[in-house]
């Protein structure tokens, strides 16, 4: 059972350990969680304490440790051991199962792309291609701002010829 004084020292340290915990997870839910986990680590481990030493750092350290133990358990259950032959699962990604609708071949978004006037669709394919903004200004001889509101106009121009592509 826990002393009277530890007991005392740990609900002192509760408002500074709610705002440490909330400061780790930004999530008010997980938060209350990892101080209930602190509490009864703390609790548990009382006769660990060596009196004399810093209290409060203590008990930080363990929430500090529990979240760090919480966030790596995290990462490790989402981990995925492909174990297949073949790796089958890790080469089938969600978005590779796509029904013929719902995809479009290269070659009908170059042809929307041509259809652009060119005003639109050279600054356009010279983005697409890797030049910079201020490239694309050198060699048209045009203003920036002409150059970006250009390719932005030819991007909504895309966007809605594939507006049912998700």
């Known amino acids: ?20 915990a909330y400061m780790l997870t930004n999530n008010r839910d997980d938060a209350h969680d990892l101080l ?3 509490m009864l680590k703390a609790l548990d481990n009382e006769e660990k304490y060596a009196e ?3 209290f409060k750092g203590w008990v930080f350290t363990i929430m500090r440790n529990t979240f760090i133990n919480n ?3 995290g990462v490790r259950n989402a981990t995925v051991v492909d174990t297949t032959d073949n790796l089958y699962l890790l080469n089938l990604g969600e978005s590779t199962i796509e029904s013929p609708e719902e995809s479009y071949s290269a070659a009908e978004i170059s ?7 060119d005003e639109y669709r050279i600054p356009f394919s010279m983005h697409v291609q ?3 903004y ?6 048209m001889n045009l203003p920036l701002g002409t150059v970006k509101s250009r390719i ?13 592509y998700r």
């Open 134 to 139: 201020n490239e694309i200004a050198e060699k």
């Open 152 to 164: 932005f106009f030819a991007r909504k121009k895309l966007q809605e010829r594939f507006s049912d």
């Open 111 to 117: 042809k929307a792309i041509n259809e652009f006037s």
């Open 130 to 132: 890797g030049y910079k």
């Open 36 to 38: 209930q986990d602190t």
């Open 1 to 20: 059972m826990a002393s009277a004084s530890f007991l005392n020292n740990l609900t002192a340290l509760q408002a500074n350990l709610l705002n440490f």
């Open 52 to 54: 004399g030493t810093n």
């Open 71 to 73: 966030y790596r358990r």
